[in-house]
């Protein structure tokens, strides 16, 4: 490989980097955004939950691009200061995931079940105690898988940005593949790189979720064994009505 490839190549790794402080930063945002309109759409004021109802239906309704474009291109017109390419891109993908967040949020939210607030009302607990004491913990194992789905669809996601010339693994890629004309093995290696930056998420969350559910006790769920045993046969059952003198040929003694 000459020089000039293997600095492009550089590049391209460099884009990985880029693409990690893409998804952690979008991500924070969409966090505090998924959580703020999700206990919004939950609450008793139908102001509060109109407005964060009409703020989760226009950031679905609305393509990722083209909010990325209004955030770089018209919003300097409209206010008289312009964003960086990176934190157009950071600003786009974290109110827009943070908006498909939201509605994970609302549901696992309403999922707990009406008498765990009873109980907090029968303990004197104040609105916010009852959400953050009872609530919440109990929602929150709840919302990791499909939280942890929109997360690799965030890092996914960032590929767009390469539109604003942000160097990520896409531009990257771009790069190295107008310099060395070879398609096949950069778009294969940005492929595999990708699939590890995904796979790496999804085993970071998996421990997320085991942290939570033992936070409320709930052990992690079994695998189930692909193999039978080695005997072959079914597990043994009880008998009704078979009690310490059955000999397990059918007949008692």
């Not at 990325?68 to 206010?79: E, K, T």
Request: proline content about 6%.
């Amino acid at each position: 490989m000459s020089d000039i490839s293997w600095g492009l190549w550089q590049l391209l790794l460099k884009g990985v980097w880029i693409t990690v402080q893409l998804t952690v930063y979008s991500a924070a945002l969409g966090a505090v955004t998924a959580f703020v309109i999700g206990l919004a759409r939950t609450h008793r004021r139908w102001l509060v939950r109109f407005l964060s109802g009409a703020y989760f239906e226009i950031f679905r309704g609305t393509s990722a691009l083209i909010l990325m474009f209004w955030m770089f291109f018209v919003l300097p017109v409209g206010f008289g200061w312009q964003l960086a390419p990176m934190w157009a891109a950071v600003l786009t993908l974290g109110l827009t995931y943070g908006a498909y967040g939201s509605e994970v949020v609302r549901g696992a939210v309403a999922a707990v079940a009406p008498a765990q607030r009873e109980a907090g009302i029968a303990l004197g607990f104040s609105p916010a105690q009852q959400l953050w004491k009872i609530v919440l913990p109990q929602a929150w194992p709840e919302m990791v898988p499909p939280c942890t789905n929109l997360l690799i669809e965030l890092l996914k996601g960032t590929a767009l940005v390469s539109i604003l010339g942000v160097g990520d693994i896409a531009f990257g890629a771009s790069l190295v593949r107008n310099a060395t004309t070879q398609s096949a093995p950069v778009y294969t290696v940005i492929l595999v790189m990708y699939f590890v930056l995904a796979f790496a998420l999804t085993r970071g969350m998996r421990a997320v979720e085991r942290q939570a559910k033992a936070g409320i006790g709930r052990p992690p769920a079994k695998r189930a064994s692909l193999f039978r045993r080695a005997g072959g046969g079914r597990p043994a059952t009880a008998v009704p009505g078979a009690g310490a003198g059955a000999t397990g040929r059918g007949e008692p003694r």
